[in-house]
Nanobody, 127 residues
Framework: QVQLVESGGGLVQAGGSLRLSCAAS????????MGWFRQAPEKEREFVAA????????YYSDSVKGRFTIARDNAKNTVYLQMNSLTPEDTAVYYC????????????????????WGQGTQVTVSS
């Protein structure tokens, strides 16, 4: 099992920044990639960004590309999501996820492809 704990959410004004963290524990050796998803009220869970543990390849949704940056610290088993130029449309609960399937080049972007999930952290952007 892998446990994921998110932190760093909060309230920020439009145009501001936040950095989310996701600390992984347990059988982290079984994890090949990490992702961030978000879910706004009455909307489906949406892919945000993902990164491979090995190599650090990244993939972003079009809605956050150029504004958000995903990074990892393998030594700390932690993944970060730096969010800049936030808008009210970014308001959501942000979830960290881990996948245990090895892909040579592919980076998963669908929720069903991830095996472990954190509890989520609320991000609210005021206008």
């Amino acid at each position: 099992q892998v446990q994921l704990v998110e932190s760093g959410g909060g309230l920020v004004q439009a145009g501001g920044s936040l950095r989310l963290s996701c600390a992984a524990s347990g059988r982290t050796s079984s994890v090949y990639g990490m992702g961030w998803f978000r879910q706004a009220p009455e909307k489906e869970r949406e892919f945000v960004a993902a990164i491979k543990w090995s190599g650090g390849n990244t993939y972003y949704s079009d809605s956050v590309k150029g504004r958000f940056t995903i990074a990892r610290d393998n030594a700390k088993n932690t993944v970060y999501l730096q969010m800049n130029s936030l808008t009210p449309e970014d308001t959501a609960v942000y979830y960290c996820a881990a996948d245990r399937t090895y892909y040579s080049d592919y980076i998963p972007s669908s929720a069903y492809e991830y095996d472990y999930w954190g509890q989520g952290t609320q991000v609210t952007v005021s206008s």
